[in-house]
């Protein structure tokens, strides 16, 4: 009896966190998903029961479709990117670079993860403007002035340049990543390529390339699931602007739920994002584990 | 993702743990041993590398020495000379952006983001003494439960969370930032310190309950102090988070003297639209707390992460 009590006395340990899981974060997903079978906004006491009524508008609409398709966007931008280019820069950082240097590189490519989405959405506004901003004068100086525009405030170039400033601000991070990544392979695999006279390019295909690929896969899961979470960026810059152009999902949900008061529609738009982006945190976790078992 | 958690060489997380081997295994890249000689290949390729890293580091610092700069020009010289250096260092922009409200997002920010600091580390690493020292019922459960929590996100509770904090009055306050800023980060901040805390001996609490000592006292006084670096490092993750977080902040505070950083120099943008030199000087000041401290704890910070993210 006095074991079994000292067992269930160790419950004390999680309690805190279980209850603050349980009541912030899994009650709200689930009240989201009955929340968006109902019509109400904030201000009605008596949410409207009505089936998937929400569902068919948010389908039916083509604003809801421009913000998946930006989404995708950003995905696919982010990939090339935050897994392709990011990988690249942390090679070559490797390869080339000594010790000292290296790591000086490496902290300051990291800097733009380390200061907030406001700060660089805000800085790259000022970029941006049409008539002062750096980017235009920069394609002025060397002679491009046609390309100059108003990059936030045209329709076709506003999520382009929105989802520009996240890969500024995204690559550091995953560089960094992959450096960490690199720097856990065996030094004996690089010697073993070298002496097979293996050049640095064989060498990234064959060594590099096969030995991070946990972590490629990482971080293609984490940009994935990223970029259909985006809000922070688009709402700092064009808050979805120029006529809902660069819309995301959650701007979408967001300017539904509290600028028309269209709670129950705001919500089918949040359960969307909720099933993709489990799915592919699902997808991980089953590609983790599987990994675990083979090991 | 395994990771070094041994005491001593753990230290070296990243490079730092072993110079003398790397220096001998990899040494600077030669020109291809072949030949022998120096081609003209080898050398454009090795231009072209470095022309890459230079210029990412160029494209990623110009705009935030830019921002800095700024700060200290006038309207005059921002919009005449863009390129240009500050014809002086103006700092009464700067003073001007801390009293044209930095100074009070900033005291909110630093408020809410230590007090979820202290509280989603405590709070995990409770948990995650629980889930691995202990013998406790239904862990299987509890540790599936975080594990869900991983996977879901805030967007998606955004409206819910909306309703629940309205009608249990925490709308408005900083309790609404911190206790979300807490829940939502616990499960990542378990699986991090468990995943320090579980490869630690078990016979540092055999040793310590012969001795007499509790759980609680065990915990407190043994396993705490051995998780120090992990803690500085859920510490750094935490506060770089709470310090950025922008759509909590958004949505559940209203009120413009309750307001953080990131929400509220979106507001002070909006307020001062012309003057871009006080709004640059108070992106720089909003900017440098999370800079200096991953500049102080950068090893801590990727241990963290690199840790974290494979969870």
């Avoid at chain 1, 609409?61 to 989404?71: I, M, Y």
């Avoid at chain 2, 989603?120 to 862990?139: D, E, K, N, Q, V």
């Avoid at chain 2, 800023?181 to 055999?206: G, H, K, N, S």
């Avoid at chain 2, 609680?216 to 935490?238: D, N």
């Amino acid at each position: 009896m006095g074991a079994l009590l000292t067992r269930w006395r160790t419950v004390v340990w999680v309690l805190p966190a279980v209850l603050l899981l349980l009541v912030f974060v899994y009650y709200p997903i689930a009240d989201n998903l009955r929340l968006s079978l109902f019509s109400w906004n904030a201000f009605s006491p008596e949410p409207r029961f009505v089936g998937l009524d929400n569902y068919a508008e948010a389908f039916g609409d083509p604003v809801f479709w421009r913000a998946l398709l930006n989404n995708v966007a950003y995905a696919v931008v982010s990939l090339v990117c935050q897994a392709g280019v990011s990988l690249v820069l942390a090679a070559l950082l490797e390869e080339l670079v000594g010790r000292r240097l290296r790591g000086l590189l490496r902290t300051l490519y990291f800097i733009p993860a380390a200061t907030s989405i406001t700060v660089a959405g805000v800085l790259f506004s000022f970029l941006y403007n049409p008539r002062y901003g750096l980017v235009n004068e920069a394609l002025q100086a060397v002679g491009l002035g046609h390309l100059a525009r108003a990059w936030l405030g045209e329709e076709g170039s506003a999520i382009w340049s929105v989802i520009a400033m996240s890969q500024w601000q995204g690559i550091g991070y995953t560089a960094v990543l992959f450096v960490v990544a690199i720097q856990r392979i065996p030094r004996e695999f690089f010697e073993a390529a070298r002496v097979d006279g293996a050049g640095p390019v064989r060498t990234f295909f064959s060594v590099t390339l096969p030995m991070v690929r946990e972590m490629t896969t990482l971080v293609v899961i984490l940009t994935i699931s990223g970029a259909f979470l985006v809000f922070n960026e688009v709402m700092v810059m064009t808050s979805g602007g120029p006529d809902n152009s660069s819309q995301v999902l959650g701007t979408w949900l967001y300017h539904q739920a509290f600028f028309e008061d269209d709670m129950g529609y705001a919500a089918a738009v949040a359960t969307v994002v909720f099933v993709v982006t489990f799915a592919i945190a699902a997808l991980q976790l089953a590609l983790s584990r599987r990994r675990r078992d083979d090991a | 993702m395994t990771a070094v958690k041994q005491g001593a060489p753990e230290e070296g997380a990243l490079e730092e743990g072993a110079p003398e081997k790397r220096a001998v295994a990899v040494p600077p890249a030669r020109p291809p041993a072949r030949g022998g000689a120096v081609t003209l290949r080898w050398v454009a390729a090795r231009v072209l590398g470095w022309s890459v890293l230079a210029g990412f580091a160029v494209a990623v610092l110009y705009p935030l020495l830019w921002m800095v700069l700024s700060g200290f020009k006038d309207n005059q010289e921002i919009f005449e000379q863009p390129w240009g250096l500050p014809g002086a260092l103006r700092w009464e922009n700067y003073a001007r952006a801390w009293e044209l409200g930095v100074v009070r997002y900033f005291t909110n920010s630093v408020i809410v983001t230590v007090a979820s600091i202290v509280a989603t580390t405590l709070i995990s690493a409770w948990a995650a003494y629980g889930l691995c020292r202990l013998r406790m019922p239904f862990g299987n459960a509890v540790a599936l439960l975080v594990l869900g929590g991983l996977l879901l996100s805030p967007t998606v509770a955004l409206i819910p969370l909306f309703r629940l904090l309205t009608s249990i009055g925490l709308f408005d306050t900083y309790w609404a930032l911190i206790v979300l800023y807490t829940a939502f980060r616990v499960p990542f901040t378990i699986f991090l310190i468990r995943a320090y805390m579980i490869e630690l001996p078990r016979e540092v609490d055999e040793a310590a309950t012969l001795d007499g000592a509790s759980p609680t006292q065990i915990f407190w006084r043994v396993i705490l102090p051995m998780c120090r670096p992990i803690l500085v490092s859920a510490a750094l993750l935490q506060a770089l988070f709470a310090w950025n977080e922008f759509a909590f902040a958004l949505v559940f505070v209203s009120d413009d003297a309750m307001k953080t950083l990131p929400v509220g120099l979106m507001a002070m943008q909006s307020r001062l639209l012309t003057d871009w030199p006080v709004v640059l000087a108070g992106l720089t000041i909003a900017a440098l707390p999370t800079i200096l401290l991953f500049l102080a704890g950068q090893r801590q910070f990727i241990r963290g992460l690199t840790e974290g993210v494979g969870k």
